[in-house]
């Protein structure tokens, strides 16, 4: 037996480890974590939300002292009568500090400000959801795609058999030439199938591929016959109870609300007199006849009080209490909104779920059907078209139960997401439902 160099057995187990490397399926988890680093609109959301941070220190900075400083020079020509011309600079420069000591109005603003920045990172928790049920509807998108391309690829497969055989059996004579047109249409509907099936599939992967910025494939499948849990707690009551306060749909509307009752404060305090500390000093050269430099300095506190506005202020008040009113109708539709999705995804989950039970055991059944066909065909009790029909009855529920596991498991992130609870761990759960192939 001829012996292999010990650097050549080295380059090769490096090549086969490359190259499976280069098969390995690519999971949910990390398609995610992909999108985390790749989707353009989660990258705006955060870019938004790294703004939004800034809201809180804007609105402090009403409060702290506010520090100015100016200067100019000037050239100047002064004639005189009976007198020469002069020609001087004017030189001056100062500095002036203004302490808020009491503006009611700055203090409602730093409130707002820190809300706003509050609303800023729900609104990246709420993209980051989002993110979520884009990247597992895409994947799973693309997992029924694959799916149903293998059915209907099955079913073309057979179908040309029929076929071939029912062509066969009219050359000999046991069949008439309308089992060979029934198995032709068959076998070219197959056909079709198989070209909408290549379609759909790879608009799925663009689909994918659009949230994190390249081709993926292949991807992790979910394991042969791989149960569903129930979702914990079983109870939709809970569910919704959860989702009326929980859900980040509600936060953020909670928030705007909060920012509209500050706002109706804050033109209130419209009304009110504002008091400042006020400090400066300066100096002043002046180049005249009888220049000098001039240092001045004061500090003083500074009143002003509101007396008439045209009205604005009373238009404020009546403005920011409507628009209060309407951001308090809107956390009760928010509210309504999130319990009716918690609802319909719980129940999604658990009439998907019953509809995964009733189509593996009707895909048991198809399978049963299909071979007693066969063997039906065979001694002569069946007929082509029959087995046709059991093939396309097989295909069909092979099709219908993947979109009803992958719907379910979407379900399941939808239920979380309605309850404000949706995170990577979810996708880590599911993530454990699938294998490479």
Known sequence: MKRVPVLK?????????????QVMA???LGIYRDALASDAQF????????????????????LLPNIGASGDTTFNNVELENQASRNFNSNAWGVQLTQPLYRQQNVVESRQGALRSTRA??????????????VSEAYFRVLNAQDALQAVTTLKTASAEQ??????????????????????????????????????????????????????????????????????PN???????????????????????DIAAQEVERARAGHLPTVDLVA??????????????????????????????????????????????????????ARRDAVLSAREAFTGVTSGMAQVKALEAAEISSNSALEATRVGFEVGLRINIDVLN????????????????????QAQLRLKAAAGTLEESDVAAINALLVSK
């Open 235 to 257: 109870n939709p009551l809970d569910w919704a109870t959860a989702a009326e306060t929980g859900s980040i749909g509600v936060q953020l509307t909670q928030i705007t609300r």
């Open 280 to 333: 400066s000093y300066g100096q002043a050269n002046r180049q005249t006849l009888g220049g000098g430099r001039v240092d001045s300095g004061a500090i003083g506190v500074q009143l002003n009080v509101p007396l008439y506005t045209g009205g604005a202020l009373s238009s404020r008040d009546r403005e920011t209490a409507a628009l209060k009113m309407s951001a308090e109708a809107d956390l009760d539709r």
């Open 9 to 21: 057995q080295v380059v090769i187990v490096w090549a086969a480890s490359l190259l499976s490397g």
């Open 121 to 134: 990172e729900v609104e990246l928790a709420l993209a980051r959801q989002d993110l979520i049920l884009r």
């Open 43 to 62: 990258t705006s959301a955060r870019a938004l939300a790294e703004a939004g941070r800034e809201f809180a220190v804007q609105g402090r900075a009403g």
């Open 163 to 232: 076929l071939e055989i029912a062509r066969t059996s009219f050359e000999v004579g046991t069949v008439t030439i309308t089992d060979v047109h029934e198995a032709q249409s068959r076998f070219d509907l197959a056909t079709a199938q198989v070209i909408a099936a290549e379609s759909t599939l790879a608009v799925n992967k663009q689909s994918l591929a659009q949230i994190i910025g390249r081709e993926a494939e292949p991807l992790a499948r979910l394991r042969p016959g791989v149960q569903i849990s129930e979702p914990s």
């Open 26 to 28: 690519e999971d949910l």
């Open 390 to 409: 059991a093939l396309t009855q097989l295909a069909n529920t092979q099709r219908e139960l993947a979109v009803s596991r992958y719907e379910t498991l």
